[in-house]
């Protein structure tokens, strides 16, 4: 069992900055991949970044490559999401979530585990 809590949602300009947390529970948490996704209003969740159990392999959707970057710290159990020079067609519910397939590591059936999430909102 893994349970995930995100944080560091916000307000901010386009072209402003923001680093999302995911603290993980678990003893388990550096066997998984984890992944980050995004849901605006009216729309499906997205597949946003991954990054496999090691830290060693990412992934990102075309329209955040060389904005944003995923990391992860095995030793504090979380996950990050750098995101720069934010646009307002970021805006979503950010969330992060734990898996172990690595087939379908770029969708939301590669993973068991779901945050709440955390909201951001860029303003044009």
């Known amino acids: 069992q893994v349970q995930l809590v995100e944080s560091g949602g916000g307000l901010v300009q386009a072209g402003g900055s923001l680093r999302l947390s995911c603290a993980a529970s678990?003893?388990?948490?550096?066997?998984?991949?984890m992944g980050w996704f995004r849901q605006a209003p009216g729309k499906e969740r997205e597949f946003v970044a991954r990054?496999?159990?090691?830290?060693?392999?990412?992934d990102y959707t075309d329209s955040v490559k060389g904005r944003f970057t995923i990391s992860r710290d095995n030793a504090k159990n979380t996950i990050y999401l750098q995101m720069n020079s934010l646009k307002p067609e970021d805006t979503a519910l950010y969330y992060c979530?734990?898996?172990?397939?690595?087939?379908?590591?770029?969708?939301?059936?590669?993973?068991?585990?779901w945050g709440q999430g955390t909201q951001v909102t860029v303003s044009s």
């Open positions: 979530a734990a898996g172990q397939s690595i087939a379908l590591a770029t969708t939301t059936s590669g993973y068991k585990y």
């Open positions: 678990g003893r388990t948490f550096s066997s998984y991949t």
């Open positions: 990054i496999s159990w090691s830290g060693t392999s990412t």
